[in-house]
């Protein structure tokens, strides 16, 4: 059975500055997803990683893979306020079920 | 090209009522998914259904729900006898049902508050 689990499930950081969120699952996905939520809001799709080594970039954020170690990285550049939302990665099991983690809720301060 | 759309996006009910949730997938997808998430917790699977078919309701807790897909018409998810814990956001995804680990997406959720 997939487990999932972020760290850290709160972060507070200053505009501008430097933050990764990490994302380890306990056995084999083939591919690796992150989603974004505002609050009240439904999930916006920001990354799939399909293979090992993947790296993904979009603006300010960029997600990586390595399944060797079972951990997805977010990696969140210059920090601004827009960011500020509830991030989840999520593995796939077989059958297509979503097994996602806790959340990491980010507050980014002006 | 319409995403999934999910109805009501807020639904109140009293302990005891019946909940009914209503999802169209995005056109041309013909797989649905189910996901509940529970206040500060991240979402959980429930169900997967394909028309008049269901796939996989390992996340279904076994008394008070059900869901269907039929062959015209959206995607139900029916919370009967409702009880407080019920109280959550209830997701539907789709996809389009070609494959093996498909991409899913998200509608805008129901929000079910129950008093």
């Known amino acids: 059975e997939l487990k999932v689990e972020q760290n850290p499930l709160f972060l507070s950081m200053q505009e501008g500055k430097n933050y990764t969120i990490y994302c380890n699952y306990s056995?084999?996905?083939?591919?690796l997803y992150w989603y974004r939520q505002d609050p009240g809001k439904s999930l916006e799709s920001l990354f799939v990683?399909?293979?090992?080594?993947a790296v993904k970039q979009e603006g300010r954020l960029m997600a990586s893979l390595d399944t060797k170690a079972r951990l997805s990285t977010l990696h969140i550049t210059a920090a601004v306020h827009d960011l500020s939302a509830t991030y989840f990665c999520a593995g796939m099991e077989y059958g297509n079920k979503l097994v996602f983690g806790a959340g990491t809720i980010l507050r980014v301060k002006s | 090209n319409a995403g999934v759309m999910q109805n009501p996006r807020h639904l109140v009910r009293r302990r005891g009522q019946e909940a009914r949730l209503r999802c169209s997938p995005m056109k041309g997808h013909s797989h649905v998914y189910w996901y509940r998430q529970l206040p500060e917790e991240g979402l959980k699977f429930m169900v997967y259904?394909?028309?008049?078919?269901?796939?996989?309701e390992s996340g279904m807790p076994k008394e008070r729900f059900s869901a269907e897909f039929p062959k015209e018409g959206p995607s139900i998810l029916r919370i009967q006898q409702v009880v407080r814990g019920d109280s959550a956001a209830y997701f539907c995804?789709?996809?389009?049902?070609?494959?093996?680990?498909?991409?899913?997406?998200f509608g805008p959720g129901t929000r079910l508050l129950v008093l």
């Open positions: 995804a789709s996809s389009p049902g070609r494959g093996n680990q498909e991409t899913q997406y």
């Open positions: 259904l394909q028309k008049e078919n269901i796939i996989d």
């Open positions: 056995t084999t996905s083939d591919r």
């Open positions: 990683l399909l293979s090992n080594g």
